[in-house]
């Protein structure tokens, strides 16, 4: 099946620091990249929709100026957490799909912010 | 809109055993239905898709499921578990029709434990 790659796999940064996490599809194109956050023991959940070239769209309830993201190549998104506090400590896992998949979601392997 | 119910949260079963995890949707579209596992600290990992093909689909690990229409159901059955199989198991919708740009929504997740 088709790769994606998530990076970095954990994090710790104190509560007021930026971190950035990577996603790349490794062996396709993703033309849409999702991401989500997930708190321990419950189920993932969609905070954007990035689509190659164009401005992500957020679902409901998700801070854009808090969680910028970036979809800057058919290979390449990331997720920026702007000014993190502890309450944005969570597991976070983005996923891909290219043109051809039917519906398929590639996910990485998600990426452990802590905020201290 | 599109939703994913998954009765039971927890599901417990002696190695050997049948292993019955339940998957309800709700589409106003005719569905793609998925089925993830995911392991500790990890992404998830396609085990099945229902696409419109055939209605009952096979995955990886001897895990298979049933696309019922009439009670719009997708479980995932195995006959045999074994001690690997204990994870996080979640069923997700998306529309069939409709381009990749089209988002996956995830059922709460049912946490499988094999007994010894």
């Known amino acids: 099946g088709a790769v994606v790659s998530q990076h970095p796999s954990w994090v710790i940064c104190k509560s007021g620091t930026s971190v950035k996490i990577e996603c790349r599809s490794l062996d396709f194109q993703a033309t849409t990249m999702f991401w989500y956050r997930q708190f321990p023991k419950q189920s993932l959940m969609l905070m954007a929709t990035?689509?190659?070239?164009?401005?992500?769209?957020?679902e409901q309830g998700v801070e854009k100026d808090k969680f910028l993201i970036n979809h800057a190549s058919l290979t390449l998104s990331t997720l920026t957490v702007t000014s993190a506090h502890p309450e944005d400590s969570s597991f976070y896992i983005c996923?891909?799909?290219?043109?051809?998949?039917?519906?398929?979601?590639?996910f990485g392997e998600g990426s452990r912010l802590t905020v201290l | 809109a599109q939703s994913v119910t998954q009765l039971g949260s927890h599901v417990s079963v002696s190695e050997g055993a049948l292993v019955l995890l339940r998957c309800n949707y709700s589409?106003?579209?005719?569905?793609?239905l998925f089925w993830y596992v995911q392991y500790p600290n990890q992404g998830l990992q396609l085990l099945l898709k229902y696409t419109s093909a055939a209605t009952l689909v096979k995955g990886i690990n001897g895990f298979e499921a049933e696309f019922k229409k009439s009670e719009t159901s997708f479980h995932l059955t195995k006959p045999s578990a074994h001690m690997s199989d204990a994870a996080e198991y979640f069923c997700?919708?998306?529309?069939?029709?409709?381009?990749?740009?089209?988002?996956?929504?995830f059922g709460p997740g049912t946490s499988l434990s094999v007994i010894p």
């Open positions: 996923s891909a799909r290219g043109r051809r998949e039917a519906g398929e979601l590639f």
């Open positions: 997700a919708v998306s529309r069939g029709v409709g381009t990749s740009y089209d988002k996956v929504i």
């Open positions: 589409s106003s579209v005719p569905p793609y």
């Open positions: 990035s689509n190659e070239g164009s401005k992500a769209t957020y």
